[in-house]
Structures are given as C-alpha cells and as structure tokens.
C-alpha cells in the first residue's frame, strides 16, 4: 500500500467547496489513473496520463480537473460537486513504455488506499 | 462492447471449503487479464495477470486460470481472512489508445470460521 499513496482518505464538503485530491506513486512509473467507485458499480476510469500528459478523458464533467505536474504525483480538483459524486476515488499507477500500447502484454496498474468523499 | 462479468455476486464459504469465481469476458483482442483483492474501505490489490489462454498462476490459496472467455479464481481450503471482494478486470489489445482495464463488480467472499 506503501506503493501508491492518497491524501486525505477521507473529506466531507459542501456543493459550494473547492477540495483537492493528491496521489503520490513510489514505484518508478509514468502513468497514473483516476478512478471512481461507487456502490454495485464497476470501477469507473476517469482519467489517465502518460509522460505527464492526459491521454484519456472518459466523459468526466468539468467539475472534476486533474492535473499531473510530473510522473510521479497526481491531483484531482473538485468545485461545485453534487451528492451523486459521493464515491470512494481510487488513483493508480503503472508502467507505460513507448510502443506497449500496440505491444502483446498487458501493463498491471497498483492502487492506493482511496480517497472516500461525501458532498452534502 | 468489451464486458466483465463476475459470478456469483456474492459467496459465503465455511473455513476449508473450496470454490471458484468466474469472470467471463468479451474483449476485442485480450493484452491482459487481472485479479485484484479489495478489502472494505480500501483500494484493490493485485493479485495475478494472465495473458493467455492455458496460463495458470498461483499465490498461496489462490489459483487463476485463463481460457479464451473465462477466467477462475480457485480458492483452496478458504480461511477467514480470505474474506474480502475480488475484483476482475481485462485490458484490450491491439489499438488500443491507453492501458485501460474494464473492471467487473466483483464476488464478495465471506469465509465463516
């Protein structure tokens, strides 16, 4: 768990806050990942960066924006929330090099501990 | 489109007794299939990833196996600390833009003393 850490693990706010989300990776990769998870729903992809740069946006709305100012650290900030993005917020990491994503092997991702968000 | 599906939804086992989870999966080009342990409240750990179809991998209790459409979580002589939702998730190949993983909802074990 060491690996991947995730501060704070918990946070309560309001519709009106603005909060952050930090992610941290330990393991010497280059890609990190957002994820949301909420109750009998699979993980939910929200972003991910490659070399620091956002390659996938899966239709996340503008109230979340994330930002990786280098390979190694990850933030999520959140504005304007609403009660249904109360969720457990999981970041990730793995190695991604040039050329794996047409390669044969898949890349594991590790997980942090998750953020558990309540908007009231 | 790519699906996981994971069965039962939930399973409760006596302490020593043996089962399987499923996870079927429908995927354009399989680069990866993973299991990951996920205890309440806290992020899922890995536990094996399977490429192809005949590879079998195995980590104490546990034994994953791979086919074309399926894979098995073998859970041999269970204790309670087993007790935890096993999540499954598979990663497309061959164009794929990222290293995306498409998780199932996974099985809670509950493994009863």
């Known amino acids: 768990e060491t690996g991947v850490t995730q501060t704070p693990r918990h946070l309560v706010m309001g519709m009106t806050n603005k909060k952050s989300l930090k992610c941290e990776q330990h393991?010497?990769?280059?890609?990190m990942y957002w994820y949301k998870q909420s109750a009998k729903k699979p993980l939910e992809l929200m972003f991910v960066y490659s070399l620091e740069e956002r390659v996938e946006n899966n239709s996340v709305p503008s109230r979340f924006s994330p930002e990786c100012p280098n390979s190694s650290h990850l933030f999520l900030h959140l504005h304007t929330l609403q009660p249904e993005d109360s969720a457990l917020y999981l970041c990730?990491?793995?190695?991604?090099?040039?050329?794996?994503?047409?390669?044969?092997?898949?890349?594991?991702?590790?997980f942090g501990p998750g953020t558990r968000l309540l908007v009231l | 489109e790519d699906q996981v599906t994971q069965s039962p939804e939930a399973l409760r086992l006596q302490e020593g007794e043996s089962s399987s989870l499923n996870c079927s999966y429908t995927v354009s080009g399989l680069r990866g299939l993973f299991w990951y342990r996920q205890d309440p409240g806290k992020g899922p750990e890995f536990l094996f990833t399977?490429?192809?179809a005949g590879e079998e991998k195995e980590k104490e209790r546990l034994k994953a196996t791979l086919t074309k459409k399926e894979s098995f979580l073998h859970i041999t002589a269970p204790k309670p600390e087993d007790s935890a939702t096993y999540l499954c998730?598979?990663?497309?190949?061959?164009?794929?833009?990222?290293?995306?993983?498409?998780f199932g909802t996974g099985t809670l074990l509950a493994v009863q003393p």
């Open positions: 393991l010497g990769h280059n890609a």
């Open positions: 399977l490429y192809s």
């Open positions: 998730a598979v990663q497309e190949g061959y164009g794929g833009a990222t290293n995306k993983l498409i």
């Open positions: 990730a990491s793995s190695q991604d090099p040039i050329g794996s994503r047409w390669g044969r092997s898949g890349e594991t991702q590790y």
